[in-house]
């Protein structure tokens, strides 16, 4: 089992940076494809970000793709996501996840454990 804990959320103007980390208790974290998440108010969680366990795959959601860079660090058992150009409609609450599965997920049904989460908040 892991537990995942998320930082770096807050408030940023449009066309700003955030750098979101989620850090992993336990000394399996290697072992996981990890992903990122968000959900906006009476929105669906989305997809934006997966990366399999050695870092070499990644895979993007549309809507975030070419802004944000998911990346971690085994060492630290810490996954990012670096998010570039925000806009309003990025303000969500975002989660990280991991997901015991080969390759990268995209389907948030694939993942066993999740954060509790961190708002982003984007102002035009």
């Known amino acids: 089992q892991v537990q995942l804990v998320e930082s770096g959320g807050g408030l940023v103007q449009a066309g700003g940076s955030l750098r979101l980390s989620c850090a992993a208790s336990?000394?399996?974290?290697?072992?996981?494809?990890m992903g990122w998440f968000r959900q906006a108010p009476g929105k669906e969680r989305e997809f934006l970000a997966a990366?399999?366990?050695?870092?070499?795959?990644?895979g993007y959601g549309d809507s975030v793709k070419g802004r944000f860079t998911i990346s971690r660090d085994n060492a630290r058992n810490t996954m990012y996501l670096q998010m570039n150009n925000l806009k309003p409609e990025d303000t969500a609450v975002y989660s990280c996840a991991a997901a015991r599965t080969t390759g990268i997920a995209v389907d948030r049904s694939l993942y066993d454990f999740w954060g509790q989460g961190t708002q982003v908040t984007v102002s035009a």
């Open positions: 990366i399999n366990w050695s870092g070499i795959i990644t």
């Open positions: 336990g000394r399996t974290f290697s072992t996981y494809v």
